[in-house]
């Protein structure tokens, strides 16, 4: 699999604004938090968190739930409310880098773009004896990969691949693209071609689902949005969702 068009660039732009002499009142601060419902009582929990001055940002209704943007000093009454179960931070997931290991690449064959020559299994792939299964083994499976999306151009990325996807809901792009390239390298892990370059997928042949959660600067997401890719995984029937992420803290949802 490539990875040299992994690495991205880009500028940061400050915008700086003028501040009169006349204070503003200030809005009350805000976080995102998840919410969770009592049973049966989504209705009345979603009218609870509108009266704490809450703003619901994605509706997670499979999960009786939703992340909403609601005053940190009503956060402790929606607590106490009879028809919320639990509410809890909204937290931030990072994707993890596919390119750490770029540095140590010469020692595994790759050459100046991230390209193997020949063609090689990536090393992870006989620790964990995935080298091991037969032609055959993957029936009845379909993978979901939760990530920055898929380039469904790569060179080493099956032409007319069994491959279906969602968009970013945030507009960050098409599902068929991938601007940090961080999707396209987890989903080649999976897939890639058996031919003269990059890698060769565990199963190129698997059926996959693709969810765009990280736009093209590949940073972060909230833990509401990768829950609300779940669901898309699971209704699109994916029995393995693969999210290559992490951060600080756990979610109870």
């Not at 890639?192 to 996959?208: C, E, K, Q, R, T």
Request: aromatic share 4%; charged share 15%; glycine share 12%.
């Amino acid at each position: 699999m490539s990875i040299h068009k992994l690495a991205l660039g880009g500028a940061l732009g400050l915008a700086v604004a003028a501040v009169t002499s006349i204070p503003a009142q200030a809005a009350p601060p805000t976080q995102r938090y998840l919410v969770e419902f009592a049973a049966g009582r989504a209705a009345n929990g979603k009218a609870a968190v509108q009266a704490a001055g809450g703003v619901i940002a994605l509706d997670l209704a499979r999960f009786n739930a939703v992340a909403a943007e609601i005053p940190d000093a009503r956060v402790n009454q929606l607590r106490s409310n009879p028809n919320v179960r639990f509410v809890e931070p909204d937290l931030i997931r990072y994707p993890i880098s596919a390119v750490r290991s770029i540095a140590s690449g010469a020692d595994r064959g790759l050459d100046d773009h991230g390209m193997t020559s020949p063609q090689v299994v990536p090393y992870g792939v006989p620790l964990v004896q995935a080298d091991q299964l037969t032609g055959d083994t993957g029936a009845g499976v379909k993978v979901c990969v939760i990530d920055s999306g898929y380039d469904i151009s790569h060179e080493d990325k099956p032409k007319n691949p069994p491959v279906s996807g969602t968009d970013d809901t945030d507009g960050a792009g098409p599902w068929t693209e991938d601007g940090s390239g961080h999707g396209t390298h987890v989903s080649g892990t999976i897939n890639a071609l058996d031919n003269d370059i990059g890698v060769i997928g565990v199963f190129p042949s698997v059926p996959m689902h693709i969810v765009r959660v990280f736009g093209n600067d590949g940073t972060w997401a909230y833990s509401s949005e990768l829950i609300n890719a779940v669901a898309d995984c699971m209704a699109h029937g994916a029995n393995v969702i693969n999210m290559s992420l992490g951060g600080t803290l756990p979610s109870t949802l």
